[in-house]
């Protein structure tokens, strides 16, 4: 008999602790929107939206990305978690990194407790880094799904150096090139090599799973995992050459990568035998369409170049790919595995025994459908915003998320904290 | 398919029971049964099972629901469940009822 999935999870006490403060860090991010709005109507660089960019890339997507990947690892490497020990030693380094950096940023303290934050993330990404690739010498699975999260595992270790080495800059300037080009850098790596590479290795085996879709062309992921990563060595390159050419054929690459990318979940789509979709998977659906408005500013940047609108357009960039595709994703597929991972921590040993509920049963409904409307009207008004430069406007807005994200971590923690309700089974 | 003597179409029904969490339909309308052999000489049952995906999360989950429900019924039988993946499963396997809680048809 082929070993299954499941029998590799790794003990959900180590899954939990991700969730958890993750949807934290998710509502104060959410909080720090509606209480500083003039952190989207300045240039970029400021401390606020410093603090609120990190707080959201480490403390609420990166540390859901791992909890949620340690329990997918068995799924779609087909091997076991190489450590459980070291998963826990990378939470809670990520999770006084990512509180340290925010705080540091949040008051621009540019000294001693920013690069204690950023020793800490980066003890904690290597910890993260050395399970991962431990675990996958392990798995005799060659998938490009594997490809895609070993790759994209590199790239955030190259993101969170080079934060390092920026933070430093910052303190004692060594570096020549100016600031800004090393942030593009950084940002980059971050937001396309480690967050969507990710997201396409993961995503590309999950959903078509959810959607229970077969015999899917794999030829459109692999020629967007040569694309992703050969735009961004390119990416890196025209950092130093700086030329308007080089940065172009660098985004139609990428860009190239996507749409391959959405034409295999498209396909997906098409060839689904599931046809009604839950919630969460309509949330998760929506967040492409953010992806492909992604694709269209980061054109629009290229050639719009005016000085009073291009930062803007950048914020709103910015704000598309991490809230309006990556957040929005999560906030989806947060239903999607977390009651799974709950349900087989409360219930697998009584499987047989009792009348068990199903795992969507282990949340509420309604308080998904209302954050998950929240969570657009939200967005849509922070856009907004951004593009009109108007406080009222964002910290609407950021009103709307924070209650959307109240909601969310609610529904959380009501899974997280279910207990077994026992029942004998009759038959 | 050879048919079913008496106590493996009462198998067939009781595995109407065990529901695949993740899409809540039964797994004889999602057609992941593939065989039910009652053997009383040897007292054994055995029933082979494949899932949507190899990479189901749920597999071993919806293999010990069923073999404990069979087993609450044949209480003096060896109850084996047998994982295959030959040949895979399709669409074509579902039931109508699996069609229609899918919104297929």
């Known amino acids: 008999m082929q070993q299954i999935a499941s029998q590799n999870a790794p003990s959900a006490n180590i899954v939990i602790p991700h969730f958890a403060f993750g949807s934290l860090a998710w509502l104060t991010a959410t909080l720090f929107i509606a209480l500083s709005p003039d952190a989207f109507t300045t240039h970029y660089f400021n401390p606020k939206l410093l603090a609120i960019t990190h707080l959201l890339v480490l403390g609420w997507i990166s540390m859901i990305i791992w909890g949620a990947l340690y329990q997918l690892i068995p799924v779609i490497l087909d091997a076991k978690l190489f450590s459980e020990q070291l998963a826990i030693f990378s939470f809670f380094t990520l999770a006084a990194g990512s509180i340290l950096l925010c705080f540091s940023f949040w008051n621009f303290l540019l000294g001693g407790v920013l690069h204690l934050a950023a020793t800490l993330i980066i003890s904690a990404v290597i910890g993260f880094s050395f399970n991962i690739f431990k675990t996958a010498q392990t798995s005799r699975n060659k998938s490009i799904e594997r490809d895609f999260i070993l790759t994209s595992t590199l790239w955030l270790l190259f993101t969170v150096l080079s934060g390092f080495v920026f933070a430093l800059n910052l303190k004692y300037a060594f570096l020549k090139p100016e600031h800004l080009r090393l942030l593009k850098i950084h940002a980059h790596t971050g937001l396309v090599g480690w967050f969507l590479q990710l997201i396409m290795g993961v995503a590309s085996r999950l959903l078509p799973m959810f959607m229970v879709a077969h015999s899917l062309n794999k030829k459109k992921l692999q020629i967007a995992y040569y694309c992703i990563n050969a735009g961004l060595l390119l990416s890196i390159s025209s950092f130093f050459l700086n030329t308007i050419i080089d940065i172009i054929i660098t985004a139609i690459i990428l860009i190239t990568g996507v749409f391959y990318f959405v034409s295999y979940l498209k396909e997906a789509y098409t060839k689904r035998v599931k046809k009604n979709f839950d919630t969460g998977m309509k949330q998760s659906v929506l967040s492409f369409v953010s992806l492909l408005l992604v694709c269209i500013i980061s054109l629009l940047l290229l050639f719009y170049t005016h000085e009073n609108h291009s930062p803007r357009l950048a914020i709103a960039y910015g704000s598309l790919i991490i809230i309006g595709f990556i957040s929005s994703l999560i906030l989806g597929q947060t239903f999607k595995t977390l009651p799974f991972i709950i349900w087989l921590k409360v219930y697998k040993k009584l499987i047989g025994k009792i009348k068990m509920p199903l795992p969507k049963e282990l949340y509420s409904e309604k308080l998904l459908t209302i954050q998950l409307y929240l969570f657009f009207a939200g967005f849509f008004f922070l856009l907004l915003g951004i593009i009109l430069s108007h406080h009222t406007v964002i910290t609407l807005s950021g009103t709307l998320l924070f209650i959307s994200a109240l909601l969310y971590t609610i529904n959380t923690f009501k899974i997280i904290l279910h207990k077994p309700h026992i029942h004998e089974k009759t038959n | ?105």
């Open chain 2, 1 to 105: 398919m050879r048919k079913r003597t008496n106590e493996e179409q009462n198998i067939f029904e009781l595995l109407k029971g065990v529901i695949d969490p993740e899409l809540m339909i039964n797994i004889i309308d999602l057609g992941l049964v593939y065989d039910i052999r009652h053997k009383p000489a040897e007292e054994k049952i055995e029933v082979e099972i494949t899932l949507t995906s190899p990479g189901c999360p749920m597999g071993d989950v919806i293999i010990e629901d069923a073999k404990q429900l069979i087993e609450n019924h044949f209480r003096n039988f060896k109850v084996e469940i047998l994982l295959v993946w030959e040949p895979a499963w399709n669409k074509e396997m579902l039931s109508e009822a699996g069609k229609k809680a899918l919104g297929s048809i």
